[in-house]
């Protein structure tokens, strides 16, 4: 069992960059599918990214492909965002499903991280 913790929100305006760190509590996320959800005030949680083992390719949602980036190490998993806009505006999480192939579905992912909140201003 892993506990994804993630770091690295904040406030930031629109065109700006922000990275999202993640990393297991305990153990690492090695044989897990990673992936970044997010979920905004009366919305529903939704999938931006995920990605394999390292080396692998990923899956992006078409309102973040081309300005967020997962990133994957043996340590831990990132999200660079750039180019924010207000509609990202959002708490994201780190999830980890037991999977030897991509999933998107969210009832796939088993662990979740605590969440960290993504504002961008206008």
């Known amino acids: 069992q892993v506990q994804p913790v993630e770091s690295g929100g904040g406030l930031v305006q629109a065109g700006g960059s922000l990275r999202l760190s993640c990393a297991p509590s305990?153990?690492?996320?090695?044989?897990?599918?990673m992936a970044w959800f997010r979920q905004a005030p009366g919305k529903e949680r939704e999938l931006v990214a995920a990605?394999?083992?390292?080396?692998?390719t990923g899956y992006y949602a078409g309102s973040v492909k081309g300005r967020f980036t997962m990133f994957r190490d043996y340590a831990k998993v990132d999200l660079q965002m750039n180019g924010l806009k207000p509609e990202d505006t959002a708490v994201y999480y780190c999830?980890?499903?037991?999977?030897?192939?991509?999933?998107?579905?969210?009832?796939?992912?088993?662990?979740w991280g605590q969440g960290t909140q993504v504002t961008v201003s206008s």
């Open positions: 999830a980890a499903a037991r999977s030897s192939t991509l999933v998107t579905s969210r009832a796939a992912y088993e662990y």
């Open positions: 305990a153990r690492t996320f090695a044989g897990y599918i």
């Open positions: 990605r394999g083992w390292i080396g692998s």
